[in-house]
């Protein structure tokens, strides 16, 4: 991905991160492969959660066409871009930005389409217009023009369709949460009040496959292994591994092994994408003992199993640490290497030539050369570094250099490309619109140097413009 040019010289921000805590969580092809409810074609949240995205967000979506570049007259005649009159009208409404985008491209094609007419701008949310009207009746003049069409449409939706869903149960159409209704000879029953408001606003059952069609290669991308997501609803956080997402339950654990400020903020709805994983209940190095009294480290993703008593008060570790656990708990983790007498650094530390200045993580004999403070910093929120010999370090047999924990954001200064890790491989973010899309932050961008980078073996780009494969769903550009 290449930065635009206002933000090569960006000024950070650091905004104080805050966890919040409860039980259980922390903090709780072609299109036409997709599989479609038409009794659900989208959550609540989707068409109620005014503050889903940003207005860069926004504005990097709309630039995908023509409406990123174009000033219109506001429904009160000030000159406002399209991004603002969205904005402001989803503010108002207390309506998701996005639901609106999606109406905007479903009735005109307008968020894509680099060289829109004049029609489609006049009726950008085919507000007003039914099949079989007249675009020049004089009744709905009112309505015409792109600003107009946005306010109006969202005005309809907030106080005629959600104010009679709430108050009596069903729109002026008879459409409501659990009762059956027929659209093109087929029945639907919606389940929710964005899918009953969908149905009233458009009677159709193609254009609302459509709406969700249109909603899924937008939004419904799917995150590299690694990446922290939290939900903005509840504050529990999540990691994203292998396709699952797994709730991270304690203080504890979170802050033994992530970063706070690779967390993600997203609603409820992009959370459903991934079946829940096992839980992350325990912090790294935590000391768990089995029912049968075998005793594990453990480290990352394994627990490691102790031999002897003798390997485990050799290496240091106190009985009082241990924590009693059930085989439930155990299965969270897969079965690493034992432990015995002649285990060296269990845990992994940190060693510095004395001489050079080189620094290692040496963990069960091997020696892994760090190539930079920032895979050094990113790794360890509070590196201790001990200093050794030549000769010292020379017991260890090298292993492979340490890398960045998968999903890191990384680029070389002074260089406009930015990658991902994932996997230890790094993935090009293929432009800003996708950067965005994706719920990345510029402050979490760490920047090092190219060695770095180049360490890490280069795989398929992040790009909401290509097919995945794994889904059979093309993903637009953004």
């Given at each position: 991905?290449?930065?635009?040019?206002?933000?090569?010289?960006?000024?950070f921000?650091?905004?104080?991160?805050?966890?919040?805590?409860?039980?259980?969580?922390?903090?709780?092809?072609e299109?036409?492969e997709?599989?479609?409810?038409?009794?659900?074609?989208?959550?609540d949240?989707?068409?109620l959660?005014t503050?889903?995205?940003t207005?860069?967000?926004?504005?990097?979506?709309?630039?995908?066409?023509?409406?990123?570049k174009?000033?219109?007259e506001d429904?009160?005649?000030?000159?406002?871009?399209s991004?603002?009159?969205?904005?402001?009208?989803?503010?108002?409404?207390s309506?998701?930005?996005?639901?609106?985008?999606?109406?905007?491209q479903?009735e005109?094609?307008?968020?894509?389409?680099?060289?829109?007419?004049?029609?489609?701008?006049?009726?950008?949310?085919?507000y007003a217009?039914?099949?079989s009207?007249?675009?020049?009746?004089?009744?709905i003049?009112k309505?015409?023009?792109?600003?107009?069409?946005?306010y109006?449409?969202?005005?309809?939706?907030?106080?005629?369709y959600?104010?009679?869903?709430?108050e009596?149960?069903?729109?002026?159409?008879?459409?409501?949460p659990?009762?059956?209704a027929?659209f093109?000879?087929v029945?639907?029953?919606?389940?929710?009040?964005?899918?009953?408001?969908l149905?009233?606003?458009?009677?159709?059952?193609?254009?609302?496959?459509n709406?969700?069609?249109?909603?899924?290669?937008?939004?419904n991308?799917?995150h590299?292994n690694?990446?922290?997501l939290?939900?903005?609803?509840?504050g529990?956080?999540?990691l994203?591994?292998?396709?699952l997402?797994?709730?991270?339950?304690?203080r504890?654990?979170?802050?033994?092994?992530?970063n706070?400020?690779?967390v993600?903020?997203?609603?409820?709805?992009?959370?459903?994408?991934?079946k829940?994983?096992?839980?992350i209940?325990?912090?790294?190095?935590s000391?768990?003992r089995?029912?049968?009294?075998?005793v594990?480290?453990?480290?990352n993703?394994?627990?490691r199993g102790?031999?002897?008593q003798?390997?485990?008060?050799?290496?240091?570790?106190s009985?009082?640490?241990?924590?009693?656990?059930?085989?439930e708990d155990?299965?969270?983790y897969s079965?690493?290497e034992?432990i015995?007498?002649?285990?060296?650094?269990?845990?992994?530390?940190?060693?510095?030539n004395?001489?050079t200045g080189g620094v290692f993580f040496?963990?069960?004999?091997?020696?892994?050369?760090?190539?930079?403070?920032?895979?050094?910093k990113?790794?360890?929120?509070?590196?201790?570094?001990t200093?050794?010999?030549?000769?010292?370090?020379?017991?260890?047999?090298?292993?492979?250099?340490?890398?960045f924990p998968?999903?890191?954001?990384v680029?070389k200064?002074?260089?406009?490309?930015?990658?991902?890790i994932?996997?230890?491989?790094?993935?090009h973010?293929?432009d800003?619109?996708?950067?965005?899309?994706?719920?990345w932050k510029w402050?979490?961008i760490v920047?090092t140097?190219?060695?770095?980078?180049?360490?890490?073996?280069?795989?398929?780009?992040?790009d909401?413009?290509l097919?995945?494969?794994?889904?059979?769903?093309?993903?637009a550009?953004?």
């Amino acid at each position: 991905m290449k930065l635009p040019g206002v933000l090569k010289n960006l000024i950070f921000i650091f905004i104080t991160f805050s966890l919040v805590f409860s039980q259980g969580i922390l903090a709780s092809s072609e299109e036409s492969e997709i599989t479609i409810d038409i009794d659900s074609l989208a959550e609540d949240d989707q068409m109620l959660d005014t503050f889903a995205t940003t207005k860069p967000e926004l504005n990097a979506l709309l630039s995908r066409g023509a409406l990123g570049k174009l000033v219109f007259e506001d429904v009160n005649g000030l000159k406002k871009n399209s991004v603002d009159i969205i904005w402001e009208t989803a503010q108002k409404f207390s309506l998701n930005p996005r639901f609106i985008t999606v109406l905007l491209q479903r009735e005109q094609s307008l968020v894509e389409d680099r060289n829109p007419t004049t029609d489609q701008l006049d009726w950008a949310m085919g507000y007003a217009v039914c099949d079989s009207c007249s675009k020049s009746d004089p009744q709905i003049q009112k309505y015409k023009g792109f600003a107009n069409q946005i306010y109006f449409a969202a005005k309809r939706i907030r106080e005629s369709y959600l104010s009679d869903l709430e108050e009596r149960g069903f729109t002026e159409s008879g459409v409501g949460p659990g009762i059956e209704a027929w659209f093109d000879g087929v029945k639907v029953v919606p389940q929710n009040l964005a899918t009953s408001v969908l149905y009233t606003y458009t009677p159709h059952l193609n254009g609302n496959q459509n709406f969700a069609r249109i909603w899924d290669r937008w939004f419904n991308y799917r995150h590299v292994n690694g990446t922290l997501l939290q939900d903005k609803t509840t504050g529990g956080i999540w990691l994203v591994q292998n396709g699952l997402r797994r709730p991270i339950t304690s203080r504890a654990a979170f802050f033994s092994r992530f970063n706070s400020n690779s967390v993600i903020q997203v609603g409820p709805s992009t959370l459903e994408l991934y079946k829940k994983g096992t839980p992350i209940r325990f912090p790294n190095y935590s000391l768990l003992r089995s029912p049968r009294g075998t005793v594990y480290l453990i480290v990352n993703d394994k627990r490691r199993g102790f031999t002897s008593q003798e390997a485990f008060r050799a290496l240091g570790f106190s009985t009082d640490e241990i924590i009693d656990v059930t085989f439930e708990d155990l299965e969270a983790y897969s079965e690493g290497e034992p432990i015995d007498t002649k285990t060296i650094y269990p845990k992994g530390t940190l060693l510095q030539n004395n001489k050079t200045g080189g620094v290692f993580f040496v963990q069960n004999g091997k020696k892994r050369p760090i190539f930079s403070k920032e895979i050094l910093k990113t790794n360890f929120l509070s590196p201790s570094l001990t200093l050794v010999s030549e000769t010292d370090l020379d017991a260890y047999e090298t292993a492979e250099p340490l890398l960045f924990p998968d999903g890191t954001l990384v680029a070389k200064k002074e260089s406009p490309e930015i990658f991902v890790i994932s996997d230890g491989q790094r993935k090009h973010i293929s432009d800003e619109a996708t950067f965005v899309s994706m719920g990345w932050k510029w402050n979490q961008i760490v920047w090092t140097n190219e060695r770095s980078i180049l360490l890490h073996p280069l795989s398929e780009s992040v790009d909401t413009t290509l097919e995945n494969n794994n889904q059979g769903v093309r993903i637009a550009e953004l």
